[in-house]
C-alpha cells in the first residue's frame, strides 16, 4: 500500500503517526475519570468531533464506577497509576478501546535517522496531534507479519496453506480479507474504504473503516530536547503536521543524535490536550555485526545472500525500550515490471535467521536490483491529560544492497 512505502520527507512522519494505536497500558481500565472535563472541544466545529458536547461527562455513561474510585470529582491527576499495574510509570493511563462522547487526543511524533550509504545520511521529524479515533483501536494486519516471522508479499497461491502469518488465499494471492464490504458494516461516523495503489485505482480486499474528514489540530507549540545542535521547537504547519518551526520536517542526519535521550514537552490546549511529555533513551547507532558486508556501486553496503540457503543476521541489541526491527527486501528486473518483496519482524535481541526458501519465493537473482531495508525503532508512550493514544519513537533506517550468489 502506498501508505507503508513512501519514504519522503513528512508524509511518511505523519501517515505513520495517524497509524499509531495505543502500544502501551492496553490491559488498563479506560482511565476515564482522568481527562474528561474538556473534551467537548477536541475539535473545530468545521471537521468530525469524536467528543459531542452532550456526551462529554463521564458520569452519564458509568465510566467511574469500576475504575477511578478514588477520583470521583473526575481529577486530572496520577493517581490511577498507583492501582494498574499494566499503566506505565509516572504516565496517566491510556485508553484501551474508542471511549464514545470522550475520545480524547492521538498525540504521535517521531525522529528518523536515514541511512542510504555512509556518506548519504538524512533525517526527519515530525508529529500530528488528531482527534482519537475509533479506528485507533483497530490493529492492521496487513502493515507487517506477525512478531519473530517473515512473509512474502502478494504471494501467488492455490490455498491457505501456501500464505504466512494468518493469510488466506484471495483470488490467488495470499492477504487478508477485508474488514467491510460497505458502510454499513461500520459504525455510524465511519466509511468503508479502501486504500489505493499509486495509479489511484483502489486496492483489492484492502476496504476498511474509517472516519472521514478528520482534521489534525494546533495545540501550540512542542520543544524536543536531545539534538546534537540542542532542543528544538515544533510547530503546526499551515497545510497541517508538526514540524521544526521553519522547515519542511527535514533534517541533518548528524543532527539526530544516538546514545542519548530525547525529551518531550508541550503545554498543549485545554479541552484538547495538556501536559505532555516523554523520554525516549535511544541506544549507540545500529550496527550489522555479521554476515560481513562489502561495499558495491554508489557505496552500497551488500549483504552477501546464498540463493537456497538462510541467512543469519546478527547485530548489538538496543536494549530498553524493546521495540522491533523491519527488514523489507525488494528483487526488482532491470527491465522493470513487478518487484517481489520479503517482508520480516523480528525482536531486537541481536540475531534472526531468515529461511532461505523465502528468496526463491521473492524472484531473488544476480541479475536484478536486490534492495534491503532495515528499520529499528524505539518507541515510548507520550503521556498528556486527555491524550488517550500517544507516542514518541525514534527509527534508524539502515538501506543495503545485496550480493546474490
Known amino acids: 500500500m502506498t501508505r507503508h512505502r513512501n519514504l519522503n520527507l513528512l508524509g511518511l512522519l505523519i501517515l505513520l503517526s495517524l497509524a499509531a494505536t495505543t502500544l502501551f497500558c492496553l490491559g488498563c481500565d479506560d482511565g476515564s475519570g482522568d481527562d474528561d472535563d474538556d473534551d467537548d472541544n477536541v475539535t473545530d466545529g468545521d471537521s468530525f468531533n469524536p467528543n459531542p458536547t452532550d456526551d462529554d461527562d463521564d458520569t452519564a455513561d458509568g465510566d467511574q464506577t469500576d475504575d477511578d474510585d478514588d477520583t470521583a470529582d473526575g481529577d486530572t491527576t496520577?493517581?490511577?497509576?498507583?492501582?494498574?499495574?499494566?499503566?506505565?510509570?509516572?504516565c496517566p493511563c491510556m485508553s484501551d478501546g474508542f471511549r464514545e462522547g470522550a475520545a480524547g487526543s492521538n498525540v504521535s511524533f517521531m525522529l528518523v535517522y536515514m541511512a542510504m550509504t555512509a556518506s548519504d545520511v538524512s533525517a526527519m521529524a515530525a508529529g500530528t496531534v488528531m482527534p482519537t479515533l475509533r479506528?485507533?483501536?483497530?490493529?492492521?494486519?496487513?502493515?507487517?507479519?506477525?512478531?519473530?516471522?517473515?512473509?512474502?508479499k502478494n504471494q501467488a497461491c492455490g490455498s491457505d496453506s501456501e500464505c504466512n502469518g494468518g493469510q488466506q488465499c484471495l483470488n490467488g494471492t495470499c492477504g487478508y480479507p477485508p474488514s467491510c464490504t460497505s458502510s454499513a458494516d461500520c459504525s455510524p461516523e465511519q466509511a468503508c474504504v479502501a486504500e489505493s495503489n499509486d495509479d489511484g485505482?483502489?486496492?483489492?480486499?484492502?476496504?476498511?473503516?474509517?472516519?472521514?474528514?478528520?482534521?489534525?489540530?494546533?495545540?501550540?507549540?512542542i520543544t524536543i530536547d536531545g539534538f546534537a545542535s540542542g532542543a528544538k521547537t515544533f510547530t503546526r504547519k499551515s497545510d497541517g503536521g508538526y514540524v521544526v518551526t521553519g522547515t519542511d520536517g527535514s533534517m541533518s542526519g548528524d543532527d539526530l543524535a544516538f546514545g542519548t535521550t530525547y525529551t518531550l514537552s508541550g503545554q498543549g490546549q485545554p479541552g484538547v490536550c495538556t501536559n505532555l511529555s516523554a523520554s525516549l533513551d535511544v541506544p549507540e547507532k545500529w550496527e550489522l555485526t555479521s554476515p560481513p558486508t562489502t561495499t558495491g556501486q554508489a557505496g552500497f553496503s551488500l549483504i552477501p545472500i546464498i540463493i537456497g540457503q538462510d541467512l543469519p543476521l546478527t547485530w548489538t541489541p538496543g536494549g530498553e525500550p524493546s521495540g522491533p526491527i523491519v527488514l523489507t527486501m525488494t528483487s526488482s528486473s532491470?527491465?522493470?515490471?513487478?518487484?517481489?518483496?520479503?517482508?520480516?519482524r523480528f525482536a531486537d535481541d541481536g540475531s534472526f535467521t531468515i529461511p532461505g526458501a523465502f528468496f526463491n519465493a521473492i524472484g531473488l537473482n544476480a541479475s536484478n536490483i536486490n534492495m534491503i531495508t532495515l528499520i529499528r525503532e524505539k518507541m515510548v508512550p507520550l503521556c498528556g491529560q486527555e491524550v488517550t493514544v500517544g507516542s514518541f519513537s525514534f527509527q534508524q533506517m539502515q538501506l543495503f544492497g545485496a550480493n546474490v550468489q
Not at 334 to 344: N, R
Request: with cysteine; hydrophobic share 20%; glycine share 10%.
Open 78 to 90: 496520577d493517581d490511577d497509576d498507583d492501582d494498574d499495574e499494566s499503566c506505565v510509570d509516572g
Open 334 to 344: 532491470l527491465m522493470g515490471g513487478e518487484s517481489g518483496m520479503l517482508e520480516c
Open 135 to 152: 479506528e485507533n483501536f483497530d490493529p492492521d494486519p496487513t502493515e507487517y507479519p506477525p512478531m519473530d516471522n517473515c512473509w512474502v
Open 201 to 221: 485505482s483502489a486496492i483489492e480486499n484492502s476496504e476498511h473503516c474509517e472516519t472521514p474528514g478528520v482534521e489534525d489540530l494546533d495545540v501550540g507549540p
